[in-house]
Nanobody, 126 residues
């Protein structure tokens, strides 16, 4: 059973950067597409971006294009979310999630994702 654990969240000032990690255990990530999502207080869970199993294809929501970058290191069974130029409206709990897809592009619809981490809080405030 694949298990995911996010880390790297915290408090950052507007304009700052954070890198979140999503570490997997129980299975290799080689065959999984990975997505990053967030949920702000009182709002639904929003899909931000995803990366396919090989790392050769990504998909970004308009809200984070140009500011957030996803990457993966399959040797370390870890996926990363680099967040730059952070804004107060980026404040949310951030989740990584996975679904089995050994080939092809990744997609963002939340219903595709079977395995979820517990989330890590990101707060952007001065």
């Amino acid at each position: 059973q694949l298990q995911l654990v996010e880390s790297g969240g915290g408090l950052v000032q507007p304009g700052g950067s954070l890198r979140l990690s999503c570490a997997a255990s129980g299975a290799t990530l080689d065959y999984y597409s990975i997505g990053w999502f967030r949920q702000a207080p009182g709002k639904g869970r929003e899909g931000l971006l995803c990366i396919n199993s090989s790392g050769g294809s990504t998909n970004y929501a308009d809200s984070v294009k140009g500011r957030f970058t996803v990457s993966r290191d399959n040797a370390k069974n870890t996926v990363y979310l680099q967040m730059n130029s952070l804004k107060p409206e980026d404040t949310a709990v951030y989740y990584c999630a996975a679904y089995y897809r050994p080939f092809g592009r990744c997609v963002l619809p939340i219903n595709e994702y079977k395995y979820w981490g517990q989330g890590t809080q990101v707060t952007v405030s001065s």
